[in-house]
């Protein structure tokens, strides 16, 4: 499992849930930064992070979901970053094809997910 | 007593009362379903106001003698999936061929205005000498207010569902993401129980939160139904309980905001439910948090005045326009800047139906860009032992 971990970036508000996305990930090996909203997860981005998925929760105070997803598609450096939508969203199938996202994951799923979008998304 | 019957319409005594069948298109014209005789040719020999009215027409005089084909043709006629009606199943056709009293629930769409009215339709066979002397009596009854009336509800079902379905799914993400987390560490080192110890208290406490939301959605449930809500009131300090949920509330959220809580007495005492009234806590203290900068501070105050018991929740977050103060209590409400933020609106209004039903109110001073300030105050004894809400009580604003 070690040795083929990928860079990661998953963006969700509520703490328990960014505890066991990053600890699902990095147990499968992976490299994991977290960020609470879109601006902290612009940063990240801003800062050096060169993830090749974005796990992506839609609502979240400041820059929401939608917001930051818009944001990466106007911006050369992540425009071809795949997303991921993570979200509770009824219609969730809707909102990632209106996101342009990669995938999406309805909550609450099997850990084993995170691994197996990343494999796919990463590999890409 | 005075006369009832006003002198100028009273009838002359002298006179004969009419007969009855002098009066029947009158009768008929003061009743409000839609009323057409039509015989086998498909002409139209009687119609009422109402039936005109329903067809469009002006008048029932200009619907005598017409076609009914050609005044049906005014219209789409659609069935209960908005397909279009089968001709040969109207009741009127029915009741010609033979079947005993047939009815159906029409739905009239002007062709021109696109506008759908619902009639229950039903129709009877008027037999005649011969079969050509047939006739059809067909009564109209507009449902249209309530098979509105029925979609709305079912409507506002429907998004109680979804959101309720949307939020008990981040806590239930949260009980299954952290019993897999466990399962796998124990798999690989199996000696750390300490680690074990700590998911299986994160498990209990996302349980706990779902188990809040499934509460409340029953109240809300219980409370836009208009039926009991079950309290169970008992002797609270209102300073420890504001206490107690402060601090599960900072401990939830990082430290991201700076709490502080200051009261006037040692203690507040009141006769309340401690349950729900700690979830009413729970979502106020809850927005504040949502609503407000990581970083800002909110305070918390309690107090006792005339009998009451108050709480006032001080944030310096985005703020409330005047315009949405009350409707923030609507169920389902989310004012224009709350987009984004988790949450779904149920929230405040489930809390101040748990207030008022304490006998009790709960208040909102804010504005937009200058932070929110709650307050809630409390009889001190609630005297709410068969606690009964209306549902125009939780909506009305």
Redesign the interface.
Known sequence: MEGDGHQVLVVE?????RE??A??LR?YGHDVRTA?DGSAALDTLRNGWEPCVVFLDL??????G??LSRRLREDERWKSLPVVVVA???RIDQEAAELGAAAWL??????ARLDEETRAQCQT | MPDLIDAAQAPEPTQQPQSIEALLPAIFDAVADGVTVIDRQGTVRFANEAAAQVMGMPSASVVVGESFAALADAFELLDDDGEPFDQAKLPTRRALDGEHEPEAVVRFRDRDSKKDRWSLVRARLLKGETRDLDLVVTSFQDITKLVVEAQDAVRVRDEFM?IA???M??P???????A??AR?HLATTPNDLAAIDRWLG?IDE?AGRLTGLVSEFMDISLLQGGNPVPMQLQRVDLVELVTEHVRDQQG???QSHVFSVSSDAAEIVGYWDPGRLGRVIDNVLGNAV??S??GSSIEVRTWSQDGYGCVAIVDEGIGIAERDHQLIFSPMFRASNA????GTGLGLAGSRGIVMLLGGEITVQSRLGEGSTFTIRLPLNSTTTSVRASGADLHSA
Do not use: C, N
């Open positions: 508000d509520d703490p328990a849930l066991i996305y600890g699902a147990g609470a609502r979240m105070p400041g820059m929401d939608w917001e509770a969203h009824f309805q909550k609450p799923f099997d850990l | 979804a379905s949307h939020d799914r981040t239930l993400a949260a009980v299954r993401g952290y897999q987390l796998r994160d996302s939830s959220v990082d949502k609503f900068p990581a987009r984004g933020v988790q």
